[in-house]
């Protein structure tokens, strides 16, 4: 099996003639993250190429995901009619199928529309214009040519209508894949029968009749650098659309309305929503107000219906099933999100909430998202030109070029040895809170971007504070606790399916020796033929008897059980293992406990840890780290449990340390107690993380101070200030109280 590297991309691109051998030395590598491993490899004589190597599983084996996007790019080169449309995509030099690989002409004409957004916040109707008409000329051109569909499926062309409908019957295996967070999508969508019917009716209006992009999001689209010149024929194309891997010969609407869901997300997630936020002020002072996104969204589809209008007589319900896919696309983004494990929280509950409307009620719907009513979208469409035409900038185009920022060579090696008082003398003097945002001076590095901090300008001060505090927390958390704000790039290697490398993945469950943990508070809301549908927290389950204890496999309605859930969830980018006793008691006073380990040490833990606590019946949590790359963080691993268990779990840590000792690293996260070289301890406060609790008094005495113009000096008597009015141990700041029990393990 040949899996592409950093180490043999060159030599591959050699082997194929697509470099000289002469020319390595002077090429440069860079990762893209993507779903597949991405390499940009720039080359001499201002060349690039983009090296695509699909995941492989344990077997070796590809879906073939990037021979699909191949039949694409055959099919326009095949039929004379359709050559035109080659300059709407990729351009493709060479395909290895055996290895599953495609290499892409890098056009640097062009840049990634996501971060044109995202970096200039220009959003000219003159580019969505160019948007809604490169959509429309390739499904105008493919609209019933079953010709092309029988080329594209390499047989009869066979009617299917894509299966959207979401898999709602879960199984106790879901708390293995899903993040507790991840859990309240689907407590939520469970709880909106109306949302599934709505999904069931755009389901049964589908049709397939043309070649379809299926996965139109903002950074499979790319911008030409030239987009506001005049165009003519021998122009480049303002817009390419460019990954072509889940193209289907499916219905038009789900493209179109996957580019509104696009501009809906960047409304949505720029609202700042959190719990503690009214959501009338978060939609008053929205990063990105929706009538700023209005005439871009209306100008996508009037683009689309003067390049297309017969798709109007087509498909008479046309625009409102076209709201119906943007809400189904908003929720396939949240399913993703789940998928790779990203955080789920009230922007993506708002997120939603959207969703629900557009599918639920989608022609209430269209004049809240466009602006303007459906009639005058569609009349406005008839004066639109139908082919695409620069317009004046928006009022909301900036001149600046995108500020790129990138981590300073001389990483902060001697933070591996630091000491608590090194680490704190540090924060002090290299956090600089300026007018241009909050930077770590030593490596570089900033905790809000640009475009971020000139939201928050924008904001009340009140408001404005909160934010800036919340950035500068989070900021201080990633350099002196966890550390992964210092983590220096590892070899690049395609070892990951869905963002998971598979094989540790698969090293650390065998090491997890739990079975399980029973759950207690569910309750019976239905009998079946072999299983039970029950619920908690409104997140309704099927059960099976094995998932059952013996005294409970003849149940009634209503009744309240206990169910076996796996032996351990994820978390972010951690694997946690759950005691077979189950978690920590939440009124409990509890440790955290921190591990500067290797991934290898790390593995040995959770061997050890889920054996010999298991054994003793202790409630505890161990989660560690699942990409071996990030080897360095100072929460590698982390451990859980009850203060009271800390004498059995010292005479557990005495022996594995001694086992395991050259897997450690010197230094702790900031004011925990270094019970040994790289194991780290404290007591959690109440309802929140130890870290995030102790980092978010240093930002709150830091913005404090700073607003005076103090120094070095006052900075650090104001945090010292600030712990003792938390009731703060100065001396002991990894304790909630002054009573030190924690031995520390004997070296």
Excluded at 186 to 193: D, H, N, T
Aim: hydrophobic share 40%; charged share 20%.
């Amino acid at each position: 099996m040949f899996l592409l590297s950093n180490n043999n991309v060159l030599s591959y691109l050699v082997e194929q003639s697509l470099c000289q051998e002469k020319e390595q030395e002077l090429c440069q590598i860079e990762a893209k993250i993507c779903k597949n491993f991405n390499l940009l490899v720039h080359l001499p004589n201002d060349r690039s190429l983009l090296v695509k190597q699909e995941p492989h599983d344990r077997e070796g084996e590809a879906k073939g995901d990037l021979w699909q996007e191949w039949k694409v790019h055959q099919l326009l080169k095949n039929h004379l009619e359709l050559q035109p449309l080659l300059k709407l995509v990729s351009e493709v030099v060479h395909v290895d199928g055996d290895r599953a690989i495609v290499v892409i002409n890098y056009l640097q004409d062009y840049c990634d529309l996501d971060n044109f957004y995202t970096e200039q916040r220009n959003f000219s109707p003159a580019i969505a214009a160019a948007l809604g008409h490169t959509l429309a000329s390739i499904h105008q051109a493919t609209i019933d040519r079953t010709e092309y569909q029988h080329f594209l499926e390499d047989g009869e062309p066979v009617s299917v209508v894509s299966n959207i409908r979401l898999k709602t019957e879960l199984t106790p295996d879901i708390f293995g894949r899903v993040s507790e967070e991840g859990l309240k999508f689907y407590a939520l969508y469970q709880r909106y029968e109306s949302l599934n019917r709505a999904i069931d009716q755009l389901q049964s209006s589908q049709e397939s009749c043309c070649l379809t992009h299926q996965d139109l999001k903002f950074n499979n689209i790319l911008l030409h650098q030239s987009w506001q010149a005049e165009t003519n024929h021998n122009s480049p194309s303002p817009i390419r659309l460019i990954d072509w891997e889940k193209w289907a010969w499916g219905d038009p609407t789900a493209d179109l309305g996957a580019l509104i869901a696009g501009y809906l997300k960047i409304w949505l997630k720029s609202l700042g929503l959190r719990s503690s936020i009214d959501i009338h002020l978060a939609l008053q002072w929205a990063g990105v107000p929706l009538d700023e996104l209005q005439p871009s969204i209306a100008t996508l589809v009037q683009a689309y219906f003067a390049q297309f209008p017969n798709v109007l007589s087509r498909f008479p319900q046309f625009l409102p099933r076209v709201m119906q896919s943007a809400g189904f696309a908003l929720i396939e983004s949240l399913q993703a999100k789940l998928h790779y494990r990203e955080p789920f929280g009230n922007t993506e509950i708002g997120m939603l909430q959207v969703a629900k409307t557009l599918l639920c009620a989608p022609e209430s719907s269209i004049a809240t998202v466009f602006g303007i009513s459906a009639a005058e979208l569609v009349d406005r469409s008839y004066q639109f030109p139908a082919t695409f035409q620069t317009a004046a900038r928006s009022k909301t185009a900036q001149s600046s070029a995108p500020v790129w920022q990138e981590r300073s060579a001389a990483s902060s090696q001697w933070l591996i040895v630091a000491t608590q008082e090194e680490l704190l003398q540090d924060l002090v003097e290299q956090i600089q809170i300026q007018s241009d945002g909050i930077h770590y001076l030593r490596d570089s590095l900033s905790a809000v971007e640009a475009t971020q901090f000139d939201r928050l300008q924008r904001l009340p001060a009140d408001l404005q504070q909160q934010h800036l505090c919340i950035y500068l927390r989070n900021f201080l958390y990633g350099l002196y606790f966890s550390g992964e704000l210092r983590i220096a790039s590892a070899q690049l290697e395609n070892d990951a399916i869905g963002g998971l490398n598979i094989e540790f993945f698969e090293q650390i469950q065998r090491s997890n020796q739990g079975t399980g943990y029973w759950d207690a508070g569910w309750q019976v809301q239905q009998k079946l033929k072999k299983r039970y549908a029950v619920q908690k927290e409104e997140l309704t389950i099927f059960v099976e008897s094995k998932h059952l204890r013996q005294e409970n496999r003849s149940l009634q309605i209503n009744d309240s059980i206990e169910i076996l859930l796996p032996n351990h969830r994820m978390e972010n980018d951690f694997y946690v293992a759950v005691g077979n006793a189950g978690f920590p008691l939440d009124d409990r006073p509890t440790l955290e406990i921190c591990f500067h380990v290797s991934p290898a040490g790390a593995i040995a833990l959770m061997r050890q840890f889920t054996t010999e606590l298991n054994q003793q019946q202790i409630p505890f949590k161990f989660k560690m780290i699942t990409n071996p790359a990030e080897e360095g963080r100072w929460d590698a691993a982390v451990l859980n449990l009850e203060c009271k268990y800390y004498p059995q779990l010292r005479q557990i840590l005495q022996r594995v340390y001694a086992e395991n000792r050259s897997h450690f690293y010197p230094s702790v996260p900031l004011f925990m107690k270094a019970i040994a070289p790289g194991i780290g301890l404290a007591e959690e406060p109440e309802e929140e993380l130890f870290g995030v609790h102790r980092c978010q008094q240093i930002a709150e005495a830091l913005l404090m101070v700073d607003a005076q113009e103090n120094g070095v000096a006052e900075r650090l008597t104001a945090i010292e200030q600030r712990f003792i009015e938390q009731g703060i141990d100065w001396e002991l700041p990894y304790l909630n109280g002054k009573n030190d029990r924690y031995e520390s393990i004997e070296i």
